[in-house]
């Protein structure tokens, strides 16, 4: 059976934080999920973390660097999820993160939706443009994610693949006359309660 969602988390190092966004996935209310949680040649990779879910497709990759650029990729080519949600290992979330992410783009003609959130006790209010963009924040249409550009090895690759789906969106708005975006103000709050941050 498809799932709804594929997840991808690149992983190097800090493995509290990692462990914590783990956990995170393993406790989301939607059940209907794959995760690719994915090493960056990571030496603590293969002894730290253990999965016995089958939800979960996880594997220490050669050393690339570049933000997981390479395990992006890898998890882009792969997903068989209706939708994409990229994560950061120093990510927390809510237990309703996914569903919360689902009921926003579900039933509709969009591509993505980016979403306003709360870090460190501080609102971001989004505003798509250079510098003012992450990957946590947005869910995506797989097969439309799929027609992107790749991920590349540059420390603003979050934009070059958030300004590609803004250009298409705009592109086929003007042929169909639909937006396929969206912002919305539903914020999400990132808070460190533990002090790992």
């Not at 220490?60 to 950061?88: R, T």
């Not at 783009?105 to 591509?111: K, N, P, S, Y």
């Not at 460190?120 to 869910?139: N, P």
């Not at 708005?173 to 941050?197: C, F, M, Q, V």
Request: aromatic share 14%.
């Amino acid at each position: 059976m498809q799932p709804l969602l594929t997840v991808s988390l690149p992983c190097f190092m800090r493995p509290q934080r990692t462990q914590r966004i783990i956990d995170c996935i393993l406790k989301q209310d939607l059940n209907s999920w794959e995760a690719f949680i994915i090493g960056d040649g990571c030496p603590i990779f293969d002894r730290q973390y253990k999965f016995n879910d089958s939800r979960i497709h996880a594997f220490n990759m050669e050393h690339y660097g570049g933000y997981g650029f390479m395990q992006h990729n890898y998890a882009i080519d792969h997903a068989k999820g209706k939708y994409f949600i990229f994560l950061d290992n120093d990510d927390i979330l809510a237990d309703d993160h996914f569903s919360h992410y689902l009921s926003q783009i579900w039933g509709t003609d969009l591509d993505f939706v980016y979403f306003d959130n709360y870090t460190l006790g501080q609102y971001h209010k989004t505003k798509l443009r250079f510098g003012s963009v992450g990957h946590s924040d947005i869910i995506i249409r797989t097969d439309f994610l799929k027609s992107m550009p790749r991920h590349e090895n540059l420390p603003i690759e979050d934009w070059l693949l958030i300004e590609s789906m803004m250009q298409t969106g705009k592109y086929r708005k003007s042929k169909s006359g639909h937006a396929t975006y969206h912002i919305t103000g539903n914020a999400y709050s990132r808070l460190d309660p533990e002090g790992l941050d």
